[in-house]
């Protein structure tokens, strides 16, 4: 639902929506999740994504990485 109001909005706004996705890896199989970054990638919005897994890559090459431990927020590389 939420990834067909975002196509909605995609197209009635000029700004581009962001979507937050927490850890989707950890609910899909190999094949669901790649049909979820398939919709994503066309959607072309703004992504925040959350990973326990530091090389997940899947969306493309993030512009900017954060690592959380304990409350602490660092900003990596």
Not at 22 to 37: C, F, M, Q, T
Not at 43 to 60: K, N, R
Not at 65 to 73: D, W
């Amino acid at each position: 639902m939420v990834l067909a109001l975002l196509q909605r909005l995609r197209g009635a706004q000029r700004s581009r929506p962001t979507l937050l996705l927490d850890d989707p890896a950890a609910e899909l199989d190999a094949r669901h999740l790649g049909a979820l970054v398939e919709l994503v990638k066309e959607l072309s919005c703004q992504l925040i994504v959350t990973s326990l897994h530091a090389d997940l890559t899947l969306f493309g090459i993030p512009e900017r990485v954060f690592h959380v431990e304990h409350g602490a927020v660092t900003r990596m590389g």
